[in-house]
């Protein structure tokens, strides 16, 4: 089953704000995480990776925060733009290249 | 080239009809996957092939019938379907399926944009 959930199903922000985007999991194992965008009418694109042994890694404009303690996920935009209206999933490796994807947040940028 | 085909983009069946969705990467990837995906939710793992033998499979329904005929191709063949099967089919796949921690960024998948099927 789904080891992966996200706290707001929809998100709103105004274009050049920052967003955050959520996500809890619940299996303790799990080692890599990886959050994807997906689209209208396209399939799901990687955006950035995070191992368990890391708290935080940065990417253009993204950052994910990891805290295990927890087990809380984030995704962090900076400067949100049209384009990065979409749904976003985190999803996690439960074993081998098997990997369960979280609720999903539907993100939209107000102009 | 990071790109995963998939054909076709849309398909209409109906519940007697036998069909086939088609895959194709020219990454070397070696590990291939389907997912299934309703409107509005997370796609579903439905199979993984693993250099071209099936790994994994999510206890799906015989209707669907997956097959791997080299590294660089994926079928899923559809017979007898229901109206519930209805969704988005996605096919993705990641260059090894390491598991070891040195190896993890093998496992990110690339998807392709999917089949949109209807079951009438």
């Known amino acids: 089953g789904e080891s992966v959930g996200l706290h707001l199903p929809t998100l709103s922000v105004q274009e050049g704000d920052n967003s955050i985007i959520n996500c809890a999991y619940s299996?303790?194992?799990?080692?890599?995480f990886i959050w994807y965008k997906q689209e209208s009418g396209k399939g799901p694109q990687f955006i950035i990776d995070i191992r368990s042994n890391m708290d935080k890694r940065q990417g253009q404009r993204v950052t994910v925060l990891l805290n295990k303690t927890v087990k809380h996920l984030s995704l962090q935009i900076a400067a949100t733009q049209p384009g990065d209206s979409a749904v976003y999933f985190c999803a996690d490796r439960v074993t081998g290249n098997q990997f369960y994807f979280g609720t999903g947040t539907s993100l939209t940028v107000i102009p | 080239d990071t790109e995963v085909t998939q054909t076709p983009k849309h398909l209409v069946m109906g519940m007697t009809n036998k069909k086939s969705l088609k895959c194709e990467q020219h990454m070397g990837h070696r590990a291939m996957y389907w997912y299934k995906q309703k409107a509005k939710k997370p796609p579903e793992l439905m199979f993984v092939?693993?250099?071209?033998?099936?790994?994994i499979n999510e206890s799906v329904p015989s209707r669907f019938s997956p097959e791997c005929p080299n590294s660089s191709l994926l079928n899923l063949h559809l017979h007898a379907l229901q109206p519930e099967d209805s969704a988005l089919y996605l096919c993705?796949?990641?260059?090894?399926?390491?598991?070891?921690?040195?190896?993890?960024?093998?496992?990110?998948?690339?998807f392709g944009a999917g089949t949109r099927l209807s079951v009438l």
């Open positions: 993705a796949s990641s260059q090894d399926s390491g598991g070891r921690e040195r190896g993890l960024a093998k496992n990110i998948q690339y």
């Open positions: 299996n303790s194992a799990s080692d890599y």
């Open positions: 092939y693993s250099y071209e033998k099936l790994s």
